[in-house]
């Protein structure tokens, strides 16, 4: 049986005080009337009401009854760009203030010409490593067939410094496994003065203490983060690897004898043997989400701090202690899309069946709420860098710096406070 008890609403959108009115008095001169303006940042803030406590009396318990969240986290972020992260806006990140975005990838290629030696698979070999292509990604939200498109458009470009045809690294969409793939679109020639193309990609380094698999990574969104947990960076012969320098998977020209050469001649300098699942044609990502993150962790110091059970999570970089409702960023009805949900911006309402429930004390009213808003990886939700669909794209393309961007859309929380009941009796069961 449940308590009587009350309603506490809160939004994102109370954050906001003050400002200015423009006051046209019977047709006179317009007046402006000015107050202070009091706003803070849409994943991080505290309200509470002016003149007394936002729910007044005994209260022995707090739900969370219904969550209404627009979500306008885009698929790619571009933390380059000033009013990005939680450290204020117009500050750019960079070094120890640098927070991980999911917006680069570099694309490393190498170029093996056949030398003139005799037989199918005796000729020299001579490797060229052409170095890193930069492959960066605007901001913006991303289907897996947008995202596969942009990204082989880059690269391509990028190939094109290096004489590589177009085409011959390709990264396409799958729509029935919804799954981006990755591919050396060549086949092996062996035969004296032929040309191969080796491709491999990797992420962009940032100062993360060997935390880079927890932490945003366009190589995660495009669903390689298993892939490459499973076959990190290895050193490879040296002609791919120049120092023993470590490489991820290298995707090599289709029928590429990645066993090994028989019949082997003294003197004759072979094609590269790589390890064991770093030599592949094709490489197939996990099914695409299109999400930056796949749900949203509410926390409140405020109104778990009567608890003595604390929440927990498996994050492997920081626990949560004060988590009052995770938001997963899915509908709740369970079919097939054409695109995955969140490739576009819609709105997540959710009424919980198994809600929250946070001990408070009776001796005490609520004069305060805080609520905290983190993603999948720790880290408090970024801002929202400047974004533009392509088509209000202007040409020339507009710099950011004159972008005005909004943020996203206020969400709303609805709790349920129950009253402390003193006239219960205790259910001691049959007595004679």
């Given at each position: 049986?449940?308590?009587?008890?009350?309603v506490?609403?809160?939004?994102?959108?109370?954050r906001?005080d003050?400002?200015?009115?423009?006051?046209?008095?019977?047709?006179?001169?317009?007046t402006?009337v000015?107050?202070?303006?009091?706003?803070?940042?849409?994943?991080k803030f505290?309200v509470?009401?002016?003149?007394?406590n936002?729910v007044?009396g005994q209260?022995n318990?707090?739900r969370?009854a219904e969550?209404?969240?627009?979500y306008g986290i885009?698929?790619?972020i571009d933390?380059s760009?000033?009013?990005?992260?939680?450290i204020g806006?117009?500050v750019?990140?960079?070094?120890a203030?640098q927070?991980?975005s999911?917006?680069i990838?570099?694309?490393?290629?190498?170029?093996?010409?056949?030398?003139?030696?005799a037989?199918?698979?005796q000729a020299?070999a001579?490797?060229?490593?052409?170095?890193?292509?930069?492959?960066?990604?605007p901001?913006?939200?991303y289907?897996?067939?947008?995202?596969?498109a942009?990204?082989q458009t880059?690269?391509?470009?990028?190939m094109?410094?290096?004489?590589?045809?177009a085409?011959?690294?390709?990264?396409a969409y799958?729509?029935?496994?919804?799954?981006?793939v990755l591919?050396n679109n060549?086949?092996?020639?062996n035969?004296?003065?032929?040309?191969n193309y080796f491709?491999s990609?990797?992420?962009?380094?940032?100062?993360?203490a060997?935390?880079?698999?927890n932490?945003?990574?366009l190589l995660w969104?495009?669903g390689?983060r298993?892939?490459?947990?499973r076959?990190?960076?290895?050193?490879?012969?040296?002609?791919?690897?120049p120092a023993n320098?470590?490489r991820?998977?290298?995707?090599?020209p289709?029928?590429?004898?990645?066993?090994?050469f028989?019949g082997?001649l003294?003197g004759?300098?072979?094609?590269?043997?790589?390890?064991?699942?770093?030599?592949?044609?094709?490489?197939?990502?996990?099914?695409?989400?299109?999400?930056?993150?796949q749900?949203l962790?509410?926390?409140?110091?405020?109104?778990?701090?009567a608890?003595?059970?604390?929440?927990?999570n498996t994050?492997?970089n920081?626990i949560?202690?004060?988590l009052?409702?995770?938001?997963?960023?899915?509908?709740?009805?369970s079919?097939?899309?054409?695109?995955?949900i969140?490739?576009r911006?819609f709105?997540?309402?959710?009424?919980?069946?198994?809600?929250?429930?946070?001990?408070w004390t009776?001796?005490?009213?609520?004069d305060s709420?805080?609520?905290t808003?983190?993603?999948?990886?720790?880290?408090?939700?970024p801002?929202?860098?400047p974004?533009?669909?392509?088509?209000?794209?202007?040409a020339p393309?507009?710099?950011?710096?004159l972008?005005?961007?909004?943020?996203?859309a206020?969400?709303?929380?609805?709790?349920?406070?129950?009253?402390?009941d003193?006239?219960?009796?205790?259910?001691?069961g049959?007595?004679?």
């Open positions: 049986m449940q308590h009587s008890n009350a506490m609403a809160t939004s994102s959108f109370d906001m003050g400002g200015a009115n423009i006051v046209n008095d019977a047709g006179g001169a317009p402006t000015t107050g202070p303006v009091i706003t803070q940042p849409y994943s505290r509470q009401t002016l003149g007394g936002i007044q209260i318990k707090i969370v969550v209404l969240l627009p885009p698929t790619v933390d760009v000033n009013g990005i992260g939680p806006d117009g750019p990140f960079s070094g203030n927070v991980p999911n917006n990838l570099y694309l490393q290629s190498w170029t093996m010409t056949n030398g003139a030696g037989g199918a698979l020299p001579t490797v060229v490593d052409n170095s890193y292509k930069v492959l960066s990604i901001t913006g939200f289907t897996g067939t947008e995202l596969s942009i990204l880059a690269a391509n470009t990028a094109a410094t290096l004489a590589i045809p085409g011959t690294f390709k990264i799958d729509t029935t496994t919804n799954a981006i591919q060549t086949q092996f020639d035969t004296a003065g032929a040309i491709f990609l990797t992420w962009k380094t940032i100062p993360l060997g935390r880079s698999v932490q945003p990574n969104t495009l390689l298993d892939i490459y947990a076959f990190p960076p290895v050193p490879q012969d040296p002609r791919f690897s320098e470590p991820s998977p290298i995707l090599v289709n029928q590429y004898p990645v066993g090994g028989p082997g003294p004759v300098i072979y094609p590269p043997v790589l390890p064991f699942g770093y030599g592949v044609n094709t490489i197939v990502g996990s099914t695409y989400t299109g999400l930056y993150t749900y962790d509410i926390c409140s110091p405020s109104l778990c701090q608890q003595y059970v604390r929440d927990g994050n492997q920081v949560r202690r004060d009052i409702a995770r938001v997963y960023i899915a509908t709740e009805v079919t097939a899309t054409a695109d995955p969140g490739t911006p709105t997540i309402h959710r009424q919980f069946k198994n809600a929250k429930v946070m001990k009776a001796e005490r009213s609520i709420i805080d609520l808003l983190f993603d999948q990886f720790g880290n408090q939700v801002l929202l860098p974004m533009l669909g392509s088509a209000l794209q202007l393309v507009v710099p950011t710096r972008i005005l961007q909004g943020q996203p206020d969400y709303a929380i609805t709790f349920l406070v129950d009253e402390h003193e006239t219960l009796e205790h259910n001691n049959y007595q004679m």
